[in-house]
């Protein structure tokens, strides 16, 4: 069996480290937040914070999609990592429903029909949450199993939150915080093209050498 492939480490230590940095931050003034009477001002920093702390544990969490090893350090990391997201996802949530919905459904369901023109489309964050919050307890309570389940499963969890981070923090956000989340997916974009093109050149070294193997025999 070839050897299995290792996470990309180095892009995500070094995101790590600025996820935890700001998130902590972000999480601190998210949590304070929830101490002041409910309002509905969308427009509250700490709304935008723990948004942003959100897509940054997504990202950086991405590169367990191409984990193989369980004792792999930086697989461990990016876990926690990516645990500590989906935490801000569910802080981010609270918030928005305390400073912008006053804690109303209605309110919320009339808020995402406003901003994206379909307003069951809340049911689509709370499926969002649903679905990261399983990825993350599958990842800490079985993860030999994580590691191995079918790629098409890893791609599709990925593929759906991926979809709704991309559309909030880009398709539909605005300002700077647009800017940085497009950044992000940049870079993204570049672990996952690293990977790619490094596991094709395993394959193809490997094919080469099982082609030498048989020409010996």
């Known amino acids: 069996m070839a050897e299995a492939e290792r996470v990309q480490s180095h892009p995500a230590r070094d995101t ?18 929830l101490l002041d009477p409910a309002q509905m001002n969308p427009q509250h920093p700490a709304i935008q914070e723990t ?10 969490g991405f590169p367990l999609v191409f984990a193989r090893r369980r004792a792999e350090p930086a697989t461990i990391f990016v876990r926690a990592i990516y645990t500590w997201g989906c935490a801000m996802c569910v802080l981010h949530i609270a918030v928005a429903f305390h400073l912008a919905h006053g804690w109303s459904h209605e309110v919320a369901w009339e808020h995402t029909r406003e901003v994206g023109g379909y307003g069951n489309g809340i049911f689509v ?3 969002f949450a649903l679905v990261w ?3 993350v307890v599958w990842a800490w309570v079985a993860f030999d199993s994580y590691l191995s389940r079918p ?16 559309n909030a923090s880009v398709v539909f956000n ?20 690293n990977d790619w093109r490094t596991r094709g050149h395993s394959q193809q070294e490997a094919r080469s050498e099982d082609q030498g193997d048989s020409e010996a025999q």
């Open 16 to 33: 790590g480290a600025i996820v935890v940095m700001f998130s902590v931050l972000a999480a601190t003034n998210g949590v304070l937040s």
């Open 174 to 193: 605005t300002g700077f915080t647009r800017a940085v989340c497009a950044l992000l997916f940049v870079a993204l974009a570049r672990i996952a093209w």
């Open 125 to 127: 964050n709370y499926v």
């Open 133 to 135: 919050f399983g990825d």
């Open 51 to 60: 948004a942003i702390g959100t897509v940054m544990g997504w990202i950086t």
């Open 151 to 166: 790629r098409w499963i890893a791609w599709a969890v990925y593929g759906f939150t991926g979809f709704v981070v991309f």
